[in-house]
């Protein structure tokens, strides 16, 4: 059956629950993978430590693409636990066709090796034939406290259409709810406030007929898009810590209180600190010190014990195990730091959203813990968990992001730096040897820094063949030969990685009749131009760069120049590119240069944007046409 017709079908099973005329409904959901028909979320809180949380989901599924929308997953820890569930899958003709059990369900845990009390139940629904509906209901029970209330989020995936969803929270007269709507404007989502009959407090919010979301190349990320309201008390209590959450200053005190004798050592350790920083002049060599060494004793693990996962591990038990997740490795960092007289402060961040909301304060905007540390001419942002970044340098997931500085006064809102776009650099310079039968020799030497770095330092943790294969990936080259491959990674604060290797292939390029077709440029076969569409949303290029590349191709015995791709030069704003090929002597000179400038620019200059990057990539797989003498 063909997909529009599957499609059709899905719908005409949508309409049967619903008032929605065929036209209407075939029109609002057109592009959908699969679409929510009902969806119903109520919360009651009987205290500030109590809940209880009833959900019910009727998904369609139109195709294969849509499939992940009809599985299940249910997060649950020391504070919430499934009570019931009950599933049931209906075919294209509404017929059940299966009854999912409670038993059915998987259960998924991390690794005994970590110490956590998350789990997971999940079931992967796989029915075969399109469209067909999965419906779902499930409760669940929280206890020992509540940080947070769920959120209403409608839809949960790209493409997925909503028909109708609601949410209800009731909560005790005196325990106060916040919210904040994300996204919502010029949808029709609706929430208000009432009071219950014996006098409770009741926000409900409710979704109709939301169209799917379109996933566009270079476009917005799923939290930039999606509707969504957030649920948040002010005054909380959580395994028996009270706490309030009315603005990020409370909230960060509260945050700091789970600090307060975290950061003791023993005196044998203590002793040994001050030893290793002995012959340190400044702190920031004191700091390099410190972080060189947590990175050679400990590792990263997942740990989710202490104040529901929110509070770090003692130093001294990191110390004495050697491991410890974002919390404790950063809290460990912070105590062993203090030991040696350098002051630093434990920062909450999230490494997806760069903005947090400045006047609305929720544990939930936030998923990682790194380290400041202030010194004299430079403040230090030390990424704990992962000890093959460099020292003094902020990754991509964190750099230009909001975080929450945890201070003894509280929390503060502070905007990590990030680089400027013309310092992420990529140079690689490349010299080919073309025999008169199109075979080549090829020594390259490729220079990546700051966030191409970080992008390319993968490649030193990889086996040798797999760093090969990795390198043939990137080469618009079939069936070349990578040898003699060197890597050589600088580690600084502003860090490069320089890969070293020589490519051999037995057809760069065609040859026909006494002429050889050969290409300008190999290096770039990742560069895309998208399919040209009906742009919604504005185009995200996420962060700046600068690519240049310096090609000399040494002609075969025998054979001279023809023809050339001529010379561009293009400006935007959305970047600037240079093109140079030239003739010297017996070699032919290829220069490309791409810079890109991150931005959001608006969906109209989508044209403008494709057109631009179709000039570069017309260079990047420009042929160079050669004739035989």
């Known amino acids: 059956m063909k997909k529009s017709v599957l499609k059709a079908v899905g719908v005409c099973c949508l309409l049967c629950f619903s008032n929605t005329t065929f036209a209407q409904a075939e029109n609002l959901f057109k592009g959908a993978n699969s679409i929510v028909k009902d969806a119903r979320t109520e919360v009651v809180c009987k205290s500030m430590t109590q809940s209880t949380e009833k959900e019910s989901r009727t998904i369609v599924v139109l195709d294969r693409k849509g499939l992940e929308a009809a599985h299940f997953v249910c997060g649950c820890d020391m504070f919430r636990s499934l009570q019931k569930f009950s599933g049931e899958i209906l075919n294209a003709s509404g017929q059940s066709v299966r009854k999912i059990k409670r038993s059915e369900l998987q259960k998924s845990e991390y690794s005994s090796s970590l110490s956590t009390d998350d789990y997971f139940y999940y079931y992967e629904c796989n029915f075969p034939s399109f469209p067909f509906t999965v419906k779902y209901e499930w409760e669940m029970k929280c206890v020992n406290g509540l ?28 325990q106060a709810c916040r919210y904040r709507e994300l996204n919502t404007e010029g949808k029709d989502i609706q929430v208000k406030e009432s009071t219950g009959a014996a006098g409770q407090r009741v926000i409900e919010a409710t979704a109709t007929k939301l169209p799917p979301v379109e996933q566009e190349p270079f476009g917005p990320t799923f939290a930039e898009l999606f509707p969504r309201v957030y649920f948040a008390p002010s005054a909380f209590i959580y395994e028996k810590s009270k706490g309030d959450m009315s603005t990020w200053q409370t909230y960060g005190a509260w945050q700091y209180e789970l600090l307060n004798g975290r950061d003791v050592l023993t005196e044998p350790f203590r002793n040994k600190l001050r030893e290793l920083t002995a012959n340190c002049s400044t702190d920031r060599e004191k700091v390099k010190a410190i972080y060189d060494y947590l990175a050679q004793t400990t590792r990263y693990v997942s740990i989710q014990l202490g104040i529901g996962g929110l509070q770090p591990i003692p130093a001294s038990d990191v110390c004495r195990t050697g491991f410890g997740d974002c919390k404790g490795l950063s809290n460990y960092a912070r105590a062993m730091l203090k030991e040696v007289g350098v002051p630093s402060t434990y920062t909450v961040i999230s490494t997806t959203n760069e903005r947090l909301l400045p006047d609305y304060s929720s544990a939930n905007q936030m998923d990682h813990v790194i380290l400041q540390v202030p010194l004299p001419k430079d403040t230090l942002w030390l990424e704990c968990t992962n000890p093959s970044l460099p020292f003094g340098y902020i990754h991509q997931d964190i750099a230009g992001h909001d975080a929450l500085l945890i201070e003894p006064t509280g929390g503060r809102m502070h905007r990590l730096p990030t ?65 003699r491959l060197q890597i050589d990674a600088c580690k600084e604060a502003n860090p490069s990685i320089t890969l070293s290797y020589t490519a051999s292939s037995n057809q760069y390029g065609n040859k026909t009749g006494n002429r050889l077709f050969i290409p300008a440029n190999v290096f770039r076969k990742g560069f895309n131009v998208p399919q040209p569409t009906n742009r919604k949303h504005p185009i995200h290029i996420n962060y700046g760069y600068a690519d240049t590349d310096s090609i000399h191709i040494r002609l075969p015995e025998g054979y001279s120049v023809e023809g050339l791709p001529r010379p561009i030069e293009l400006q935007s704003k959305f970047g600037r590119f240079h093109s140079g090929i030239r003739v010297q002597e017996k070699e032919i000179v290829v220069v490309h240069q791409l810079f890109m400038r991150k931005g959001v620019y608006k969906p109209g200059e989508y044209t403008a944007f494709l057109d631009f990057r179709k000039q570069v990539a017309e260079q990047y797989n420009g042929k160079i046409i050669l004739k035989k003498e």
């Open 419 to 483: 680089y400027p776009d013309s310092l992420n650099t990529q140079h690689i310079a490349a010299t080919v040897s073309l025999s008169p039968t199109a075979e080549a020799q090829i020594e390259v030497s490729e220079i990546s820094r700051l966030f191409q770095y970080e992008s390319r330092s993968g490649i030193s943790y990889l086996e040798p063949n797999k760093q090969k294969d990795r390198i043939r990936s990137d080469i618009n080259l079939s069936q070349a030969d990578i040898g």
């Open 147 to 174: 940080i947070g209330y769920m959120s209403f989020i409608p839809q949960t995936t790209f493409q997925q259409g909503v028909e109708k969803a609601s949410y209800r929270i009731e909560l005790p007269a005196e």
